[in-house]
């Protein structure tokens, strides 16, 4: 069985300051881990994937996210919020056992970013 | 091609008729899935195909909702008698699995927005 918990359903931070977005998930088997951005009306957008090499893992727009398996965490941040951060984010994970793939999806955190 | 296709982008049905959305893979993956997206965000799993087998279909409303995947064809999902709460956004995504361990990335088409009056 696996699960994700997004801590926050909403974070509003200024322009120019740091973004965190808490993620924390449980998995029976190793699993790999994403953050997806969603703007509005739009698709999802991989921003970055961990899978089992470094963890931590640099994706688009200056995002960056640390796996700690100790901590079952798998936080997103950026050092400076852009405007054009604002959306919705979904933390997610997979396992796949014996080529079965199962994914799981977080209920998501709104990213308000204030000028 | 190189990004997940999903027809139409817009949906319009009245309650009790029959809506068909469509997704084509990106082409050489060969694991397909349908997510369902409600107003408040968030994503329910629907069913999922490993090529035109049925891999997963834990969280499809069996009595209503049915999907393929044939061959040289795009895959389907097709919902009968849709309901008001069927209203969301259907996303379809496409992966191609890693032959080692570990899973590799979905990618998702733009949607298709089912609106049920």
């Known amino acids: 069985a696996q699960s994700v918990t997004q801590l926050d359903s909403h974070v509003s931070v200024s322009e120019g300051t740091p973004v965190l977005l808490r993620c924390n998930y449980s998995s029976s088997y190793s699993p790999s881990l994403f953050w997806y951005v969603q703007h509005p009306n739009k698709g999802l957008q991989l921003l970055l994937k961990y899978t089992s090499a470094a963890t931590l893992v640099k994706g688009i727009n200056g995002f960056e996210a640390e796996f700690k398996k100790s901590e079952t965490s798998f936080h997103l941040t950026k050092p400076s919020a852009h405007m054009s951060d604002a959306a919705e984010y979904f933390c997610?994970?997979?396992?796949?056992?014996?080529?079965?793939?199962?994914?799981?999806f977080g209920t998501g955190t709104k990213l308000q970013v204030i000028p | 091609g190189e990004e997940v296709a999903q027809t139409p982008k817009h949906l319009v049905r009245g309650e009790g008729q029959k809506a068909k959305l469509y997704c084509a893979p990106i082409?050489?993956?060969?694991?397909v899935f349908w997510y369902q997206q409600v107003l408040k965000n968030e994503f329910k799993f629907l069913i999922s195909?490993?090529?035109?087998?049925?891999?997963?279909e834990t969280g499809m409303p069996k009595e209503r909702f049915s999907a393929k995947c044939l061959p040289n064809s795009p895959c389907s999902l097709e919902i009968q008698a849709t309901k008001l709460e069927d209203s969301a956004v259907y996303f379809c995504?496409?992966?191609?699995?890693?032959?080692?361990?570990?899973?590799?990335?979905?990618?998702f088409g733009p949607g298709t927005r089912l609106t049920v009056l």
């Open positions: 195909f490993q090529n035109e087998n049925v891999f997963d």
């Open positions: 082409k050489g993956h060969s694991y």
């Open positions: 995504a496409s992966s191609q699995p890693d032959r080692g361990p570990t899973t590799d990335t979905q990618y």
């Open positions: 997610v994970v997979t396992i796949n056992s014996g080529g079965y793939q199962k994914v799981t």
